[in-house]
Every structure is written in structure tokens, then in C-alpha cells.
């Protein structure tokens, strides 16, 4: 992606991509849609999530998708940590932050054992997903924080 980023700026064809390819490569670049794209991608890059004046943040995950990475269909939980957490940062912002230490309260106090004695037990993904849901605001017909769907 950097070279093709690279090669876009300098608007210079590399020796090793064909001259047909790189035609059609310009003509993408050029459509209105693709500007259009570009200026919705660049805001959202640079959006303050956390409220105004507290700086930009960026979700962290990539495009991989994490039902491959995990096997299973991940928790809400499961996909805020991936995308809300850096190498040389915890997590990207406060608001962040602060919902990760919520929720692991709320999750460690769920999977107590009971009265009876039983031991702990795994939370379900429904259950987990129920404990972010009312970490983050309840299930509601617009975004949720940290997962934008």
C-alpha cells in the first residue's frame, strides 16, 4: 500500500508495474469517487473520538479480520482491544482506557463462582457482549464506541 501511496504523490510509473496497469491505476485515482473516498478516509483518521481538543486517534487493527485470527466470531470486547490498542500505547485515548478497566471489572465480577461453590466459569460471547453493551451505553440503533456498526 505505501508504494502504491508513493507512487500516486510522485505520479511516476514504477519500472516493475505494466503501463496498462498503471493506465487504469491513474484513471481510479483521478475519478471523483475516489477523491470523495479519500477526504471521507482522511477525516475519519483524523476525527477527535474522544471529544473535542484531545487529540486525534486512530483505530489500530488494520484490515485483517479477526473471525480468521480467532477462529470463532469474536466478542465486542474482543474486536474494541484490537482495534483500540497500540504497540507503544496501551490504548489509543482515555475514553478507551477507561472502558477497558470497566469492563474488565465487570466481566471479572460476572465469572465469580456462586453460592454453590462451583468454580468459575468462561463467559459466554452473549453474556460478554451484553457487559459492553451497558459499559458503553446500551444497545442502540446507532454506533456504539469502539466498534462503528
Known amino acids: 500500500m505505501d508504494m502504491l501511496y508513493k507512487c500516486r504523490?510522485?505520479?511516476?510509473?514504477?519500472?516493475?508495474?505494466?503501463?496498462?496497469?498503471?493506465?487504469s491505476l491513474r484513471a481510479i485515482w483521478?475519478?471523483?469517487h475516489w477523491h470523495h473516498n479519500s477526504a471521507i478516509a482522511c477525516n475519519n483518521r483524523n476525527s477527535e473520538s474522544a471529544?473535542?481538543?484531545?487529540?486525534?486517534?486512530k483505530h489500530a487493527a488494520g484490515s485483517c479480520s479477526m473471525t480468521t485470527e480467532l477462529q470463532r466470531p469474536p466478542t465486542?470486547?474482543?474486536?474494541?482491544?484490537?482495534?483500540?490498542?497500540?504497540?507503544?500505547?496501551?490504548f489509543?485515548?482515555?475514553r478507551?482506557?477507561?472502558i477497558?478497566?470497566?469492563?474488565t471489572t465487570m466481566v471479572a465480577e460476572a465469572s465469580q463462582p456462586n453460592a454453590e461453590g462451583e468454580g468459575s466459569q468462561p463467559l459466554s460471547t452473549n453474556v460478554v457482549n451484553d457487559i459492553y453493551y451497558d459499559v458503553v451505553g446500551g444497545?442502540?440503533?446507532t454506533s456504539l464506541y469502539g466498534l462503528d456498526s
Open 92 to 94: 489509543v485515548d482515555q
Open 139 to 141: 444497545k442502540k440503533k
Open 76 to 90: 465486542c470486547w474482543e474486536i474494541f482491544n484490537k482495534t483500540h490498542k497500540k504497540k507503544d500505547v496501551p
Open 100 to 103: 477497558n478497566e470497566a469492563m
Open 51 to 57: 471529544g473535542s481538543s484531545t487529540g486525534s486517534t
Open 9 to 23: 504523490q510522485r505520479s511516476t510509473r514504477p519500472s516493475e508495474v505494466p503501463v496498462a496497469v498503471w493506465q
Open 30 to 32: 483521478d475519478a471523483q
Open 96 to 98: 478507551s482506557s477507561a
